[in-house]
């Protein structure tokens, strides 16, 4: 343009005028603060809501997973296990079989050995003190072996007593049955004979056939990937209703899996939270964490679901793609705003009387940069979709419900609150991760003169005040701000 305005008129103020009015409205601010405060001001709404995003890039990536794989124990399901059925092979007492199961899975942090050894501590007190466990070895995909006062044990699935030459007999039959009702069955052998099973059942989790719901309204499918028998996966399967079940799979296969559907052309999130899941997490093209799970598996994933709600996975894709979406605008504007003013600042207008000052050059290009970041920050009002129906249904009842204290009670409590009222304010409290969070917040709200007791639910994000008389709403906002955290009247 210099070269050009010097041609044209020979005048050196006139061509650096239009040369400086390029170079300060040309000013690449805009295009630099597009992508990085979008993600910034993205990550920062998923901590507030639960979910730690480790990277830009799996913030960006989750935008377009098609795929979510989903382990079993302790993300669909609770990962809390119980003991509901014993079977005895010919000859055994449920004690024996209880010590040499309880010994053994001492030494293991699964799940389903912590079931056992809280079982055995509940019905057999003490049954395996003194027992001497030797060899403990963990077979990958199986279960459990080692030496039980010298006699030799088998804990795990059917695959690792087929392995191990172990006839299970009638029992079998029985783990397909129990199967059927989603129970896991765990068969233990001693000196390669069959002595008994212990079945477990691991409750789903409240939220997990809402969390598949909301995949799939966004176009993902899922696929429910575990080692468990495969007619105890398909119980689990139908009720949160997934698209697909792999049974019987062990570790290095999940992996493997997960590879496939890349191959395959698919954009994958793997789902899950032990130790065995840590290849999948570390392949999948986003790898999400259970926030309960183990240290491995954490380290292993670029999401971290620090509520351990597995609706979580589809609240990391909608602000992805919300973020995704702002980052686009902000670089249109960028670069629409570029492609308008630097023709006009090289003087293409002139032959119209229309020039461009440097100095309104340069406050242009400020005005793009604030424009960018301002955008940026619309973030900062997103809100996950369970949230935004929940708001937008009408409440079939008001917000605050004030019941009569019942006068009629002979109690002395009764007596005592005689004429008063109790009221019950909800509140949408944002920021809290854990339950060291749900202890600050009750007590916050339990500070307030006039709150009786504060309820607080760490996975549905709420707070529930019950007040002995009017309190104001303000009063209780402030307080948990005050704690640290963001909350709004329900």
Not at 400 to 421: C, P
Request: aromatic share 4%.
């Amino acid at each position: 343009a210099f070269v050009a305005w010097m041609a044209i008129s020979g005048d050196f103020a006139t061509a650096l005028n239009h040369a400086i009015s390029i170079l300060v409205i040309s000013c690449p601010c805009a295009l630099g603060l597009a992508t990085p405060t979008a993600i910034m001001v993205g990550t920062g709404r998923g901590a507030a809501n639960g979910v730690l995003i480790k990277s830009a890039e799996a913030l960006e990536t989750a935008c377009s997973v098609d795929y979510v794989v989903l382990d079993k124990t302790g993300t669909v399901t609770a990962g809390k296990p119980r003991v509901t059925d014993v079977e005895l092979a010919a000859g055994v007492t449920e004690a024996d079989l209880v010590r040499v199961a309880c010994a053994l899975e001492r030494k293991s942090e699964h799940p389903l050995a912590e079931a056992v050894c809280t079982y055995a501590d509940e019905t057999h007190p003490g049954v395996d003190a003194g027992a001497r466990v030797e060899g403990f070895e963990l077979v990958a995909g199986g279960g459990l072996a080692g030496a039980v006062d010298g006699r030799r044990v088998l804990a795990g699935n059917v695959r690792l007593m087929e392995k191990s030459g172990v006839d299970l007999g009638g029992l079998a039959r029985r783990a397909d049955a129990l199967a059927a009702e989603a129970k896991t069955s765990l068969f233990f052998a001693a000196d390669g004979r069959a002595i008994g099973l212990v079945a477990v059942a691991d409750p789903v989790k409240p939220t997990s056939a809402e969390a598949i719901s909301r995949l799939r309204a966004l176009g993902a499918k899922t696929l429910l990937l575990t080692g468990d028998a495969r007619l105890t996966a398909e119980a689990v399967a139908r009720k949160v209703g997934v698209d697909e079940v792999m049974a019987g799979v062990l570790p290095s296969q999940k992996e493997l899996r997960v590879r496939e559907l890349q191959r395959a052309g698919h954009r994958v999130a793997m789902v899950g939270d032990g130790i065995n899941d840590a290849p999948a997490l570390a392949r999948a093209d986003v790898g999400i964490a259970i926030g309960a799970g183990t240290d491995v598996a954490i380290g292993s994933a670029d999401v971290v679901l620090m509520r351990s709600n597995p609706a979580d996975v589809a609240l990391a894709m909608e602000l992805s793609r919300a973020t995704m979406r702002n980052i686009r605008q902000n670089l249109f504007w960028a670069l629409f705003y570029n492609s308008i003013c630097i023709p006009v600042a090289a003087g293409v207008l002139v032959p119209w009387g229309i020039t461009l000052n440097p100095m309104i050059g340069a406050a242009a290009m400020g005005f793009s940069s604030v424009f960018v970041v301002g955008n940026a920050l619309r973030l900062r009002t997103w809100k996950p979709s369970e949230r935004r129906q929940h708001e937008a249904t009408p409440a079939a009842a008001p917000a605050v419900t004030v019941t009569e204290t019942e006068a009629e009670a002979g109690t002395e409590a009764a007596k005592a609150t005689e004429g008063r009222t109790t009221m019950e304010k909800k509140l949408n409290v944002e920021g809290m991760m854990c339950q060291h969070c749900v202890t600050h917040v009750k007590g916050a709200l339990e500070g307030v003169d006039g709150v009786t007791e504060a309820v607080v639910d760490l996975e549905a994000g709420t707070a529930v005040a019950k007040c002995a008389g009017d309190v104001a709403d303000e009063a209780l906002v402030a307080a948990v701000k005050q704690a640290g955290y963001e909350a709004s009247i329900a």
